[in-house]
């Protein structure tokens, strides 16, 4: 893939100005539309423009990249280090994403990044974020789509997409109407419904092509009406935690809000978790509790419960869900039986959630195009030759933590290198 030249803070500034302005002039009939210019639709409009293609890209919002934009705190938690396909993905078919994101891997695009010059840094587990802010990835993109001859335009909405009796298909938006041998279907999910769109949902069911039930992954979880008003006090503690849902564990941070749970490890846990199940939380981690607690009660017999309590929790956390049912008392008078429901409520918490904050928070959509419709090779759909179908569309989600970006990158660049010339 060509180099562009780095980013200085008059490129930066050249290429934002672009996000809110028709940057890139329009054709009505290029080789390939691209509907969507989030994080796949500009990885494969790039990858594709640089085979020598025309193409179109259709974005509905007066934006590309929004969603690059407000991940990571703003700084773009762009890729992981640690990506395997076969841990950190979800499907019905788990061997789907496998080819992709072997031939599209994090260190190809952590190379672009650093031939943009743009700096960056590991977080935690493996997560690179951008040092300054994630307008220099769009900024990035932006900048190979204008060298590769992409063609980008603004609130183009799509009201629909019509397969051609001669072959191809034309794309008809609220400004006009669009025509190509094939289209890519990069509309994103059912998340962020403000910055995104469920037209690839819509479209392929019309079509009577398979779906997976779609739901809000990577999203807060919402208390129950008796829980609210209990721990409504603990909204805004944050502590270190391993957050159970099904046969996953996962141990990050924990946040109490006024509405629920959050936090990464209660994200993480939502993609398993289900209506009607419990969330098993372990609010000391490093320890197993019991033993913790008899320990403590051998070394300081004399010292209250709650004071022990509270060198290991927020004291705040402490008073409301524990001491709120437990008697405090000289350790030495805390009997074995207390000990043990103790143990039992700070290692093996039990929270019923009474749903999630659904769409308008998750990170991303679980579900979606059945993988049965689409070739792990080329991503065309196998019912309409010519439409293909990437990213958040398709039945594969990741962890929080940048492997879905990664996703991004990987099926958009895959499926623009099986993108026809005209013949």
Same mark, same amino acid.
């Given at each position: 893939m060509?180099r562009?030249p780095?980013?200085s803070s008059?490129g930066i500034?050249?290429y934002?100005?672009?996000?809110?302005?028709?940057a890139?002039?329009m054709s009505?009939?290029?080789?390939?539309?691209?509907?969507?210019g989030?994080a796949s639709?500009l990885m494969?409009a790039?990858s594709a423009?640089y085979?020598?293609?025309?193409?179109?890209?259709l974005?509905?919002?007066?934006?590309?990249g929004l969603?690059?934009?407000?991940s990571g705190?703003?700084?773009?938690?762009f890729?992981?280090l640690r990506v395997?396909?076969?841990?950190?993905?979800?499907?019905d078919n788990?061997?789907?994403?496998?080819s992709?994101?072997?031939?599209f891997?994090?260190?190809?695009?952590i190379a672009?990044?650093?031939?943009?010059?743009?700096a960056?840094?590991?977080k935690?587990?493996g997560?690179?974020f951008?040092?300054?802010?994630?307008k220099?990835?769009?900024?990035?993109?932006l900048?190979h789509?204008?060298?590769?001859?992409?063609q980008?335009?603004?609130?183009q909405?799509?009201?629909g997409i019509?397969?051609?009796e001669?072959?191809?298909f034309?794309?008809e938006?609220?400004?006009?109407a669009?025509q190509?041998p094939q289209v890519?279907?990069a509309s994103g999910?059912?998340?962020?419904p403000?910055i995104a769109?469920?037209?690839a949902?819509?479209?392929?069911r019309?079509q009577?092509m398979?779906q997976v039930?779609p739901?809000?992954a990577l999203?807060p979880?919402t208390w129950?009406a008796?829980?609210?008003?209990?721990?409504?006090?603990l909204?805004g503690?944050s502590?270190?935690?391993m957050?159970s849902?099904?046969?996953?564990?996962?141990?990050e941070?924990?946040?109490?809000?006024?509405?629920?749970?959050s936090g990464?490890?209660?994200?993480?846990a939502?993609s398993?978790w289900?209506e009607?199940?419990?969330?098993?939380?372990?609010?000391?981690?490093?320890y197993?509790?019991?033993?913790?607690?008899?320990?403590?009660q051998?070394?300081f017999?004399?010292?209250q419960l709650?004071?022990l309590?509270k060198?290991a929790l927020p004291?705040?956390?402490?008073?409301?869900?524990?001491?709120?049912?437990?008697?405090? =008392?000289q350790?030495?008078?805390?009997? *074995?039986?207390?000990l043990? #429901?103790l $143990? %039992?409520?700070l290692? =093996?918490?039990?929270v019923y959630p009474? *749903?999630?904050?659904g769409y #308008?928070? $998750? %990170?991303?959509?679980?579900?979606g195009?059945?993988t049965?419709?689409?070739?792990?090779?080329?991503?065309?759909l196998?019912?309409?030759p010519?439409l293909?179908?990437?990213?958040?569309?398709?039945?594969?989600t990741g962890w929080?933590g940048?492997y879905?970006?990664?996703w991004?990158?990987a099926?958009?660049?895959?499926?623009a290198?099986?993108?026809r010339h005209p013949?």
């Amino acid at each position: 893939m060509p180099r562009i030249p780095k980013l200085s803070s008059v490129g930066i500034a050249r290429y934002t100005r672009a996000l809110s302005a028709l940057a890139f002039p329009m054709s009505r009939n290029p080789d390939v539309i691209i509907i969507g210019g989030g994080a796949s639709g500009l990885m494969c409009a790039l990858s594709a423009g640089y085979r020598g293609l025309a193409v179109q890209v259709l974005e509905m919002g007066p934006k590309v990249g929004l969603k690059i934009l407000v991940s990571g705190g703003g700084r773009c938690n762009f890729t992981n280090l640690r990506v395997d396909p076969k841990c950190h993905f979800l499907s019905d078919n788990a061997h789907f994403c496998i080819s992709a994101l072997k031939r599209f891997t994090p260190e190809d695009f952590i190379a672009l990044v650093e031939g943009a010059g743009i700096a960056y840094h590991e977080k935690t587990l493996g997560q690179l974020f951008c040092d300054h802010s994630a307008k220099e990835i769009v900024a990035m993109l932006l900048g190979h789509c204008e060298a590769a001859g992409v063609q980008i335009a603004l609130r183009q909405k799509v009201t629909g997409i019509f397969p051609q009796e001669a072959g191809g298909f034309q794309v008809e938006t609220e400004k006009g109407a669009f025509q190509a041998p094939q289209v890519v279907l990069a509309s994103g999910g059912l998340s962020m419904p403000k910055i995104a769109s469920d037209l690839a949902f819509r479209f392929t069911r019309q079509q009577g092509m398979a779906q997976v039930a779609p739901r809000a992954a990577l999203v807060p979880l919402t208390w129950r009406a008796e829980d609210r008003a209990r721990f409504d006090a603990l909204s805004g503690i944050s502590v270190d935690a391993m957050v159970s849902a099904g046969d996953a564990h996962f141990r990050e941070n924990l946040l109490f809000t006024h509405r629920g749970l959050s936090g990464p490890a209660v994200l993480q846990a939502s993609s398993f978790w289900r209506e009607g199940e419990a969330v098993k939380i372990n609010l000391l981690p490093d320890y197993e509790a019991l033993a913790w607690l008899r320990d403590g009660q051998q070394r300081f017999p004399r010292q209250q419960l709650s004071t022990l309590l509270k060198s290991a929790l927020p004291a705040r956390l402490v008073e409301v869900l524990v001491m709120a049912d437990f008697s405090d =008392a000289q350790l030495a008078n805390v009997s *074995g039986e207390t000990l043990g #429901r103790l $143990a %039992e409520r700070l290692g =093996a918490w039990c929270v019923y959630p009474h *749903g999630t904050e659904g769409y #308008r928070t $998750a %990170e991303v959509t679980l579900g979606g195009l059945a993988t049965s419709e689409v070739s792990s090779k080329t991503f065309e759909l196998k019912r309409l030759p010519g439409l293909y179908a990437i990213g958040e569309a398709l039945d594969v989600t990741g962890w929080l933590g940048g492997y879905n970006f990664q996703w991004a990158w990987a099926s958009g660049w895959c499926c623009a290198q099986h993108l026809r010339h005209p013949s």
